[in-house]
């Protein structure tokens, strides 16, 4: 099997989950996603993966439930809407503590929406999505390249802290073709711990129960602080960005996954212009990279903030710089994508306007042109 | 009480001991209410899977209900299902562990309203499990309100003038639509208000594990059973309440066997 291969972001999902070993898959075709569950039907199931395209999401997600709860590495993959309906099993995974990856390559919306990419479910995937206090460890790739590679760390990160992990792409990163070089990867399902699994009560030891009810108030309590507790971990352990030239940068755009492709080529074209602008690209949306806007506040007159939704990560970037530099914010909806052009004049309309002004910058956002 | 069950206290005193809770059912007390039919469904499912030795084997899906805590009492791995999805966490563990015993326990709502998609598409593939379906007509656990498969004329709290067909529509009888599609294997309907009537479906647990052992497919039983307090009755007044008004909807006996559809 070739290490180095040409494919779309979705393809290189797949190929990386069944190099990942995840034993099984379940999941419903939407656009623009389904080439993930077309490769592994067909590439997937040669290889021994269990494949199954079901009735629908809400089945496909409580499957991977069953199958996670079962012992084994299980994923299930859609988009937007898709995605929507799987938040009752995301819910209770992430109280159950099931480790499992849940791909989202998002479209536009709200409601059924457009096939074409968007970032609109920022505030769905990393603020919990379902009912309750829980939270998924959302990683934003950027390229085939990560597409890939972030399916082995999500996996790793999923067992590790028995989470539900969730790829949250948009349509653009599912579509597009790219060089993709296969890592080998070290760490299987068998490097975890999975002795918590229902695989059939031996004499040897109590029964398992894979539950999230717990009635009550002061065991629910007990749980719900427990998963506190584990996110905080998170928080101090997996937090994941890259930076790109803001030592001497005037102004830090933040963008992730496609946008931050973008955005790094307006940077670029800023400093050709002769104004020193960087870039901060969260990979890891939740846990959302706080402490570093924590230092760039300090180092730098104002960020922009860029995403292909209304303004949402937009406010954990306020809420990292603590109203202590202008925030401003970009965003195109509907599917369009905004070009390095678009984003430089709008670089260079927020030098104007606003860091001249002593005041901070109001926390709503620009009024967008069109 | 405990001093009666011990075993030295049957030998000191010459005396056979005819019953015994399986190993398979934990010490814990049940929250059932008395006279109700999931105390015995559990005893009686224990029961096979201690005589069939597969409590290293078998997996349960418990369900939402009133049976929502079946996993207290079962002394088996289990995991719990959101609100109908039974049919598809218990597919997930099969999937994975195929060589497994694997079923799913659950109520009229959970699998014939909420999960009826579910429900029917475990079935449809041929999903190589267990599906036990509790029928007393009536949500329990939320207070006695109307299910899919509560009788026409029935008063529920959402019926209180009895259920009418044509506004709230007819009983559900999953068990005769199950049996029609090509991937079922077994599918009968018990009821266990009876010492009888309890032994016909120890020989249906029996069968259907059979049945998953060799891989045949998917089965199904459907245990029609009672619920004093949701029906306002006494635990007799509502057998033979169920006697009269449920059996003749809802007809014992097998329905598809060995893949065949029973000519009734």
């Known amino acids: 099997m070739s290490n180095v291969r040409l494919m779309k972001g979705n393809e290189a999902i797949a190929e990386a989950a069944i190099r990942a070993g995840c034993n099984a898959y379940f999941g419903y075709p939407i656009t623009p996603q389904s080439e993930i569950i077309e490769y592994l039907a067909e590439v997937g199931r040669e290889r021994g993966m269990i494949v199954m395209q079901v009735e629908s999401e809400v089945a496909a997600i409580n499957m991977v439930y069953g199958a996670s709860g079962a012992g084994a590495r299980a994923m299930t993959s859609s988009s937007s809407p898709g995605i929507s309906l799987m938040q009752e099993g995301i819910s209770y995974m992430a109280s159950a503590e099931l480790p499992a990856l849940v791909v989202n390559i998002n479209r536009g919306g709200p409601g059924l929406g457009t096939i074409q990419p968007a970032q609109g479910d920022y505030f769905q995937a990393t603020k919990g999505g379902g009912h309750g206090d829980y939270h998924l460890i959302v990683l934003a790739p950027a390229s085939c390249q990560e597409m890939a590679d972030f399916v082995f760390d999500a996996f790793d990160l999923a067992d590790t802290y028995r989470n539900p992990v969730m ?58 602080l427990h998963l506190q507790k584990k996110y905080q971990t998170i928080c101090n352990n997996e937090i994941r960005y ?35 602008v960087g870039l901060l690209r969260p990979i890891t949306l939740y846990p959302f990279p706080y402490p570093i806007l924590h230092e760039l506040r300090r180092k730098v007159k104002g960020i922009m903030v860029v995403e292909l939704n209304a303004g949402q990560m937009l406010e954990d970037v306020q809420l990292g710089v603590e109203g202590m530099i202008p925030v401003e914010f970009y965003g195109r909806m509907g599917g369009i994508i905004p070009s390095p052009d678009e984003i430089y004049e709008k670089i260079m309309e927020f030098k104007k306007m606003k860091l001249n002004k002593k005041s901070p910058a109001a926390f709503q956002p620009m009024q967008q042109s069109n | 009480m405990n001093e ?12 056979e001991c005819v019953w015994e809770k399986p190993d398979t059912l934990t010490d814990t007390r049940m929250h059932y209410c008395p006279g109700c039919g999931h105390g015995v469904v559990h005893k009686v499912l224990m029961e096979v899977v201690q005589e069939l030795n597969i409590q290293s084997e078998i997996i349960g899906v418990a369900p939402v209900g009133c049976s929502v805590f079946a996993y207290n009492y079962l002394n088996i791995d289990m995991q719990e299902a959101a609100h109908g999805r039974a049919a598809a966490v ?5 999937r994975v562990l195929p060589n497994n015993y694997v079923f799913s326990y659950q109520g009229d709502g959970d699998l014939a309203a909420i999960g009826t998609a579910e429900t029917i598409h475990a079935a449809n593939r041929g999903e190589n499990i267990l599906v036990i379906f509790i029928n007393n007509a009536i949500y329990g656990m939320t207070g006695g309100q109307m299910a899919p498969t509560t009788i026409l004329g029935m008063k529920t709290s959402t019926t209180p003038f009895g259920r009418e067909g044509e506004t709230q529509g007819f009983p559900f009888r999953i068990t005769e639509l199950i049996a029609q599609l090509p991937g079922v294997y077994y599918v009968t309907r018990q009821a266990v208000h009876t010492p009888n009537a309890v032994r016909q479906l120890k020989k249906s647990f029996l069968k259907a594990f059979q049945i998953q052992k060799e891989k045949k497919g998917y089965c199904l039983i459907e245990v029609v059973s009672n619920c004093p307090s949701g029906w306002k009755m006494t635990p007799v007044v509502s057998n033979q309440w169920m006697e009269e008004n449920m059996f003749p909807v809802y007809p014992l006996g097998d329905k598809k066997i060995d893949g065949k559809l029973v000519n009734d």
């Open chain 1, 167 to 224: 790829i949250l792409a948009d349509g653009a990163l599912g579509q597009m073709m790219e060089k993709v070089v296969f890592k080998e990867h070290t760490k299987t399902n068998h490097s975890f711990d999975k002795s918590w699994a229902t695989t059939g009560k031996p004499t040897t030891r109590e029964r398992n129960i894979i539950t999230s009810l717990f009635i009550q108030p002061e065991k629910m309590e007990a749980v719900n």
């Open chain 1, 242 to 276: 890259q930076l790109v030239d803001t030592d001497d940068a005037e102004i830090v755009l933040v963008a992730y996954g496609l946008s931050a492709r973008i955005c790094h080529r307006a940077a670029e074209l800023a400093r050709e212009n002769g104004l020193n």
């Open chain 2, 4 to 15: 009666i069950l011990d075993k030295t206290y049957l030998e000191q005193n010459d005396l």
């Open chain 2, 90 to 94: 218990a597919t997930g563990i099969k």
